[in-house]
């Protein structure tokens, strides 16, 4: 009896096996296919050559210069971010807008999308007098091979230079020149850069905190008449901001809000 219990087991593992090996036999056909069809697959890859100018591989100055250009244009469009928030009237619009919609409290509402959208369009508005300039003396007599591109960019830095002045406390100028050892400035075009970046970008970031300190403090007054409105009517475990957001609402639609803050925004700029 105990023989007939190894032989049934025997023969059901058998059985069992039966199927692995029935379904590993494909498997190892196609690791055949595979194997035999890999020269003609690497042969078939196309074979893919970088060089510049003719066919004999010779690079003419020209095509080295136009080279050399592209590289520049792309390098100079890698920057794009940074020009716009850090030498533009951007930082100080977007900043104050999203203080706005902190005091609100109203979350993602308007969405980022839409506050940093407003917020281009208006930086297009107001630098567009010092984006004139810089085409009329620096973009066109490029084109037009009036002057090198050292040149265009140094004369297109001048009307830049002073929009950022402009904006910029001497406190926060001054610092930056000292750091930089720049002793003596007698006109904008000996201004550097990259001293009058980091000084135009801290005083812009100093004006936006006054104007969103001035936005959020009637906001916050809302919500501490809405509290202790609550805390004396013994409703505690309302959240006072769920009552105070209709009525910051109505406040801020009632006086014309958003006409009110773009006007301000686009005024501090001296435009208008």
């Known amino acids: ?54 066919n004999d591989g010779d690079v003419s100055d020209e095509d080295f210069t136009l080279a050399i250009q592209a590289l520049v244009l792309i390098t100079i469009m890698s920057f794009g971010a940074a020009f716009v928030t850090m030498m533009t009237s951007f930082t100080r619009i977007v900043v104050v807008f999203f203080f706005l919609r902190m005091g609100l409290g109203t979350q993602q509402s308007p969405p980022n999308q839409v506050l940093i959208g407003l917020a281009l369009f208006l930086t297009i508005f107001i630098m567009k007098p010092t984006f004139d300039i810089m085409n009329e003396e620096a973009i066109q007599p490029y084109i037009n091979d009036e002057m090198t591109q050292v040149e265009a960019l140094a004369t297109a830095a001048v009307p830049l230079k002073e929009f950022m002045v402009r904006q910029t406390r001497d406190k926060d100028l001054l610092y930056f020149m000292d750091m930089a ?83 301000s925004l686009v005024e501090s700029f001296g435009v208008g």
């Open 1 to 54: 009896m105990f023989r007939i219990y190894i032989l049934t087991g025997i023969i059901g593992i058998a059985v069992s096996m039966q199927p692995q090996q029935v379904q590993a036999q494909p498997v190892a056909n196609s690791i055949q296919v595979t194997a035999f069809n890999a020269p003609m697959l690497i042969q078939s890859i196309p074979q893919i050559g970088l060089s510049l100018g003719g």
């Open 181 to 263: 050892d720049v002793s003596t400035v007698n006109n904008v075009e000996e201004l550097p850069l990259y001293v009058a970046v980091p000084a135009y970008v801290l005083s812009e970031l100093r004006i936006a905190f006054q104007i969103g300190f001035m936005i959020y403090l009637p906001f916050m007054v809302i919500d501490l008449v809405v509290a202790s409105i609550l805390l004396s009517m013994g409703i505690m475990f309302l959240p006072p901001v769920m009552v105070s957001l209709p009525f910051k609402i109505l406040v801020f639609v009632l006086t014309d809000g958003w006409y009110l803050l773009v006007q």
